[in-house]
């Protein structure tokens, strides 16, 4: 059973830092991607960035690029997403989630998710 566990989330003020962690266990797939998404309270989940555990290859959403940074440690079969200069729209539940296949930034195409973990960026 596919399991992601995310954590690192908590409040922070304008101009502030953050690293999430996103830890998968549970599952025997040589190839898949990692997603980050985020979701403020009455508007859409959004992609946020992703990253193939195969090869590194990475992206993001415009509204993260140069302050967002996701990488992987196939070791601790974890992901980690830094992000710098947060700004007040950056706020909300940030989630994980598993895809076998390609990946992307569109929600739909992840199979596996977790729980989310609360990022709060206020003065």
């Known amino acids: 059973q596919v399991q992601l566990v995310e954590s690192g989330g908590g409040p922070v003020q304008p101009g502030g830092s953050l690293r999430l962690s996103c830890e998968a266990s549970g599952f025997t797939y040589n190839y898949y991607i990692i997603g980050w998404f985020r979701q403020a309270p009455g508007k859409e989940r959004e992609g946020v960035s992703f990253?193939?555990?195969?090869?590194?290859?990475?992206d993001y959403a415009d509204s993260v690029k140069g302050r967002f940074t996701i990488s992987r440690d196939n070791a601790k079969h974890t992901v980690y997403l830094q992000m710098n200069s947060l700004k007040p729209e950056d706020t909300g539940v940030y989630y994980c989630a598993l895809d076998p296949g390609w990946g992307g930034l569109a929600p739909s195409k992840y199979e596996y998710w977790g729980q989310g973990t609360q990022v709060t960026v206020s003065p």
């Open positions: 990253i193939s555990i195969n090869d590194g290859s990475s």
